[in-house]
């Protein structure tokens, strides 16, 4: 498929997953938030609506109390004088509070006096809350009559639901003893409800539940969703719903509140004048976007892809792209032109210089095996000669010439004979000598020799791993520490490192680590004489693999809080300059982090100590040793 053709089906791709996904952002994101927006107004609404009512509740609590706590209805419900009646509880006084019902209660829960007056014309009408002429015996506001408690709440009448507060009678001056309670009540008439949902600023209406509906009689209405359900969502409009209680906590009247659907009709016209919007913009933006790549990218593309595959199949290097752009796929022709040039020189170059490369690295690799053969060839020549110059070969034939011109009867045969074995024993020495001398040099030849391969194997291979167990390689460690120091520290090795058992780390990389950190524990506790330093260490299993935690617990100096986190940088120590340089801690954690560990510090303050924690990812799982009874 060519570049051109992955392109626009790219292109296309990307904005058919961008219409997806606006059309899964609009169903699952924008819409939902719409209706959610709307059910909380519609929850909102309803809230207002109860708080209406609690407030109606309040101002009628606030009025009979005020009628309660008044001097004359104190002197009333002691002497019981009904000039009182006459002026003060007339029809226009009770209408004025807009009050349905009024009760004067005494302690006994009889009524002094009660009057119930039609909302509107005051006519007397009848109530049967008001006609019992007292209050039952087992009614729930017995309590608040007794102690002369301020009640409020909803009571079931004959005519409806009625709000009802329930006051002490005080002497005017907030206090008693109460002499009974006054009771007012409001009946909830289709126009209290009307005038309930203008102040709410909804359309109201209310239902009075049954009062002989028992409870199984309530859960089989479940299954009208206008009675039971709190919200109700319909194409047009959110029904919502609201059961309110009477004073036992009965369900007493249902509260209903229609909602138009507005948010979610504007939220779907601007969620598709915006689909709309996006597609013809995503169409128009295609194509414009397509001719764009088309006459600035893709045709000048396609002239350079052309003329590299005519230059790869042909031998000809003088053919040039010259294209005339100033942008950066002008920038491309102008270097690939000069690439060619280049590569045509290189190639003339190399032509011209490969008969004499070729000659040279031949002599090159004949000087060097000279090099390799002349080598062990010096040293041996030279050893030689040394033993030679050394050797007591003059005097033995000084002596042999003596003894081939002395007779036996001179008496210096015997002389020379034994200075001939001396000189003999002598030479036998000296070459026993040299023998030792020349192994030892090849001894030390070859350890040169293995640890040059050796550092030459390291600098080019990961780290050499070798199984062994941790607690001997802290005490080859801290073999390589000042005695001096050491007499300061005392070193103990926890449990948890024997029972780690081998493991295959890098020997000689963290026996030079552990060295820096017991000198460094050793230092940290100078100043207090002495001091221990504790190993312990855990492995921690990891999805990728063990991991060796390694910890070395000091009591020393401690670390304060702003120098933990620059331990290891170059350069910074706590110590004086003059002492110390500020490398040892920075080259262990560049060591250990070479090894693919961490090596971090922790410390709860000056004087407190401190632990480095060693962390290192282990090959495989260690071996414990088995000891085996004999």
């Given at each position: 498929?060519?570049?051109?053709?992955?392109?626009?089906?790219?292109?296309?791709?990307?904005?058919?997953?961008?219409?997806?996904?606006?059309?899964?952002?609009?169903?699952?994101?924008?819409?939902?938030?719409?209706?959610?927006?709307?059910?909380?107004?519609?929850?909102?609404?309803m809230?207002?609506?109860?708080?209406?009512?609690?407030?109606?509740?309040?101002?009628?609590?606030?009025?009979?109390?005020?009628?309660?706590?008044?001097?004359?209805?104190?002197?009333?419900?002691?002497d019981r004088?009904?000039?009182?009646?006459?002026?003060?509880?007339?029809?226009?006084?009770?209408?004025?509070y807009?009050?349905?019902?009024?009760?004067?209660?005494?302690?006994?829960?009889?009524?002094?006096?009660?009057?119930?007056?039609?909302?509107?014309?005051?006519?007397p009408?009848?109530?049967?809350?008001?006609?019992?002429?007292?209050?039952?015996?087992?009614?729930l506001?017995?309590?608040?009559?007794?102690?002369?408690?301020?009640?409020?709440?909803?009571?079931?009448?004959?005519?409806?639901a009625?709000?009802?507060?329930?006051?002490?009678?005080?002497?005017?001056?907030?206090?008693?003893?109460?002499?009974?309670?006054?009771?007012?009540?409001?009946?909830?008439?289709?126009?209290?409800?009307?005038?309930?949902?203008?102040?709410?600023?909804?359309?109201?209406?209310?239902?009075?539940?049954?009062?002989?509906?028992s409870?199984?009689?309530?859960?089989?209405?479940?299954?009208?969703?206008?009675?039971?359900?709190?919200m109700?969502?319909?194409?047009?409009?959110?029904?919502?719903?609201?059961?309110?209680?009477?004073?036992?906590?009965?369900?007493?009247?249902?509260?209903?509140?229609?909602?138009?659907?507005?948010?979610?009709?504007?939220?779907?016209?601007?969620?598709?004048?915006?689909?709309?919007?996006?597609?013809?913009?995503?169409?128009?933006?295609?194509?414009?976007?397509?001719?764009?790549?088309?006459?600035?990218?893709?045709?000048?593309?396609?002239?350079?892809?052309?003329?590299?595959?005519r230059?790869?199949?042909?031998?000809?290097l003088?053919?040039?792209?010259?294209?005339?752009?100033?942008?950066?796929?002008?920038?491309?022709?102008?270097?690939?032109?000069?690439?060619?040039?280049?590569?045509?020189?290189?190639?003339?170059?190399?032509?011209?210089?490969?008969?004499?490369?070729?000659?040279?690295?031949?002599?090159?690799?004949?000087?060097?095996?000279?090099?390799?053969?002349?080598?062990p060839?010096?040293?041996?020549?030279?050893?030689?000669?040394?033993?030679?110059?050394?050797?007591?070969?003059?005097?033995?034939?000084?002596?042999?010439?003596?003894?081939?011109?002395?007779?036996?009867?001179?008496?210096?045969?015997?002389?020379?004979?034994?200075?001939?074995?001396?000189?003999?024993?002598?030479?036998?020495?000296?070459?026993?000598?040299?023998?030792?001398?020349?192994?030892?040099?090849?001894?030390?030849?070859?350890?040169?020799?293995?640890?040059?391969?050796?550092?030459?194997?390291?600098?080019?291979?990961?780290?050499?791993?070798?199984?062994?167990?941790?607690?001997?390689?802290?005490?080859?460690?801290?073999?390589?520490?000042?005695?001096?120091?050491?007499?300061?520290?005392?070193?103990?090795?926890?449990?948890?490192?024997?029972?780690?058992?081998?493991?295959?780390?890098?020997?000689?990389?963290?026996?030079?680590?552990?060295?820096?950190?017991?000198?460094?524990?050793a230092?940290?506790?100078?100043?207090a004489?002495?001091?221990?330093?504790?190993?312990?260490?855990?492995?921690?299993?990891?999805?990728?693999?063990?991991?060796?935690?390694?910890?070395?617990?000091?009591?020393?100096?401690?670390?304060?809080?702003?120098?933990?986190?620059?331990?290891?940088?170059?350069?910074?120590?706590?110590?004086?300059?003059?002492?110390?340089?500020?490398?040892?801690?920075?080259?262990?954690?560049?060591?250990?982090?070479?090894?693919?560990?961490?090596?971090?510090?922790?410390?709860?303050?000056?004087?407190?100590?401190?632990?480095?924690?060693?962390?290192?990812?282990?090959?495989?799982?260690?071996?414990?040793?088995?000891?085996?009874?004999?």
């Open positions: 498929m060519k570049i051109r053709v992955k392109v626009i089906a790219l292109i296309g791709g990307l904005f058919v997953a961008l219409g997806a996904a606006q059309l899964f952002v609009q169903d699952t994101i924008l819409l939902p938030s719409f209706a959610e927006l709307e059910r909380q107004d519609a929850q909102t609404d809230d207002r609506v109860a708080n209406t009512v609690a407030r109606d509740l309040d101002l009628l609590e606030a009025m009979a109390a005020d009628w309660g706590d008044w001097d004359e209805t104190y002197q009333f419900m002691q004088n009904p000039r009182f009646i006459a002026t003060s509880m007339t029809t226009s006084t009770i209408q004025g807009r009050a349905n019902a009024v009760a004067f209660v005494d302690l006994s829960g009889k009524f002094v006096w009660a009057r119930a007056i039609a909302p509107g014309s005051g006519a009408i009848d109530i049967d809350v008001i006609g019992r002429g007292a209050l039952p015996a087992d009614h506001w017995q309590d608040a009559l007794r102690t002369g408690t301020v009640v409020t709440g909803l009571l079931r009448t004959n005519r409806g009625m709000l009802t507060a329930f006051a002490p009678v005080l002497d005017g001056t907030h206090h008693g003893p109460h002499r009974g309670m006054v009771l007012l009540g409001r009946l909830l008439t289709p126009t209290e409800i009307a005038r309930i949902g203008e102040q709410a600023q909804v359309r109201l209406s209310a239902r009075l539940v049954p009062a002989l509906e409870a199984p009689a309530l859960a089989r209405r479940a299954v009208a969703p206008a009675r039971t359900a709190p109700i969502v319909r194409e047009s409009v959110t029904e919502v719903y609201r059961d309110l209680t009477d004073v036992a906590h009965a369900p007493l009247l249902t509260l209903r509140i229609d909602v138009p659907r507005r948010i979610s009709a504007r939220g779907h016209a601007v969620v598709r004048y915006a689909s709309l919007f996006l597609m013809g913009a995503g169409a128009a933006a295609l194509v414009l976007l397509v001719l764009l790549l088309n006459r600035s990218v893709l045709n000048p593309l396609a002239r350079m892809t052309r003329h590299a595959v230059i790869g199949q042909s031998d000809d003088t053919s040039r792209l010259d294209l005339q752009r100033t942008d950066e796929l002008g920038a491309l022709g102008h270097a690939f032109d000069q690439m060619v040039g280049r590569v045509a020189e290189a190639r003339r170059q190399l032509v011209d210089h490969s008969y004499e490369a070729g000659i040279a690295e031949n002599a090159s690799g004949v000087l060097h095996n000279l090099g390799n053969a002349m080598t060839l010096c040293v041996k020549v030279a050893s030689l000669q040394n033993a030679l110059r050394q050797a007591p070969t003059a005097d033995i034939d000084l002596v042999l010439t003596e003894l081939e011109q002395t007779t036996a009867a001179s008496g210096r045969t015997a002389d020379l004979e034994a200075f001939l074995r001396l000189t003999s024993r002598e030479l036998a020495g000296s070459v026993t000598t040299l023998q030792g001398d020349v192994d030892a040099i090849a001894g030390t030849t070859q350890t040169i020799q293995a640890l040059l391969a050796d550092q030459t194997r390291h600098a080019r291979a990961p780290p050499a791993l070798e199984t062994l167990d941790l607690p001997d390689l802290v005490q080859q460690s801290t073999a390589l520490v000042s005695p001096k120091l050491l007499q300061r520290l005392s070193i103990e090795i926890d449990d948890s490192l024997r029972e780690l058992g081998s493991v295959r780390l890098a020997r000689t990389t963290l026996q030079q680590v552990f060295q820096n950190l017991i000198v460094n524990a230092e940290a506790v100078s100043a004489g002495h001091g221990t330093l504790r190993i312990a260490g855990h492995r921690v299993p990891l999805p990728d693999g063990d991991t060796l935690d390694l910890s070395f617990t000091d009591d020393g100096l401690g670390i304060t809080p702003e120098h933990v986190g620059r331990v290891f940088e170059k350069g910074f120590s706590t110590k004086p300059s003059a002492t110390n340089l500020g490398i040892g801690l920075h080259w262990c954690a560049n060591a250990v982090h070479a090894l693919e560990g961490t090596l971090r510090a922790e410390s709860p303050g000056p004087n407190r100590g401190a632990t480095f924690h060693l962390l290192l990812p282990l090959e495989r799982r260690a071996v414990h040793r088995i000891t085996q009874a004999a």
